[in-house]
């Protein structure tokens, strides 16, 4: 493979595969909470290509395909040679028995006749997997995660797995694991199962850092790969300072979140930095950590994303935070 993420530091899995420290989200892709244009969506991979970002990441949930079709136009043409892509599994396309079209109701502003139907035999990644390429226009992807597994424990350990190891064996994707928003079960997955990655959205940010009890731990002991993702917490930390109407877990976040992130804020702007800034450095302290993975919808975030991922965070600020009670005392980060 050539070099990738020019200017960025790779972390290699235990397969080989390099993976870039920062990437390419593509949710908003397919029009999550609002919709996006096609034009938006190209000039953004076309900007996040030129800054060096070289790892993009999708999923069929993702506005029932849209994202992955969106992607794959606006990567065609690239040297698929020079960049990570990834996608999940899991959350299978079908077509509504009855052809019906309808908006979706699971935050995408799509109307179509495609439906998610939970699947983690090994048809329906094997399916699932053969959609999302036809989709992307691509041949091959380079990691495969099993998504949002969590009232699935039981299929999605055994078939599920066994199905994306069998590929793996086999040449045909370049690292496997799984995508939640919980850490507990992805340390399941990282004890009981062969996984390369994980991607842990939402629980180890600026916020909140669940993940340090369970998740963190094992994957240093196991020499597996935390991508983090959602550091932003749903857009909760993704402003300087939080409005009152702020999501949080895609919902309205509670009171006690708004103080909290506000008292962060107020640590941030003592160091003449902001929330979004210290946020979108904090999760690469943590050596499991290879990937951070920030939700972006066009040129303007792309440009934000990169100057944020730039910024240097004095070790006081996190000192501070420390101090305050806002942020756990972590012998791991500072190692």
């Keep these: 493979m050539s070099e990738i993420g020019s200017g960025m530091t790779q972390h290699r899995t235990r397969t080989g595969l390099a993976v870039p420290e920062l990437g390419f989200g593509t949710?908003?892709?397919?029009n999550l909470f609002r919709e996006t244009s096609d034009e938006?969506?190209?000039?953004?991979?076309?900007?996040?290509?030129?800054?060096?970002?070289?790892?993009f990441d999708t999923a069929p949930h993702y506005g029932l395909g849209l994202s992955e079709r969106r992607l794959g136009a606006a990567l065609a043409g690239l040297?698929?040679?020079e960049y990570v892509l990834s996608t999940k599994v899991g959350k299978l396309l079908v077509e509504d028995a009855n052809g019906v079209s309808r908006m979706d109701d699971e935050g995408f502003v799509v109307e179509t006749t495609l439906r998610r139907r939970w699947d983690y035999s090994r048809d329906g990644v094997l399916r699932s997997l053969e959609g999302s390429l036809e989709r992307l226009g691509v041949d091959r992807v380079d990691i495969v995660y099993l998504h949002d597994p969590d009232d699935h424990w039981a299929e999605a350990s055994t078939t599920g797995f066994a199905a994306l190891a069998e590929l793996r064996d086999q040449g045909v994707v370049g690292a496997i694991g799984a995508g939640m928003n919980q850490s507990a079960m992805l340390a399941r997955f990282v004890r009981e199962t062969d996984v390369d990655l994980v991607m842990c959205a939402g629980r180890y940010t600026l916020l909140e850092q669940g993940a340090e009890d369970d998740l963190l731990p094992a994957a240093l002991e196991r020499g597996v790969g935390v991508v983090a993702a959602g550091v932003y917490n749903s857009g909760l930390l993704s402003r300087p300072r939080p409005p009152a109407d702020a999501q949080y877990d895609y919902a309205d976040a509670p009171a006690e979140m708004l103080d909290r992130a506000n008292r962060i804020a107020d640590v941030c702007e003592a160091h003449g930095l902001t929330l979004p800034e210290v946020a979108t450095v904090f999760a690469r302290r943590h050596p499991a950590v290879v990937s951070t993975v920030l939700g972006l919808r066009t040129p303007e975030q792309v440009a934000g994303a990169i100057d944020r991922f730039a910024v240097e965070v004095p070790d006081a600020l996190w000192r501070d935070l420390e101090s305050a009670g806002l942020l756990r005392r972590t012998a791991a980060a500072e190692s």
Excluded: K
């Excluded at 949710?27 to 397919?30: E, I, L, P, T, V």
């Excluded at 938006?40 to 790892?55: H, L, N, P």
């Design 27 to 30: 949710a908003q892709f397919g």
């Design 40 to 55: 938006d969506s190209a000039a953004a991979v076309e900007s996040a290509w030129e800054s060096g970002i070289r790892y």
């Design 79 to 81: 040297p698929r040679d």
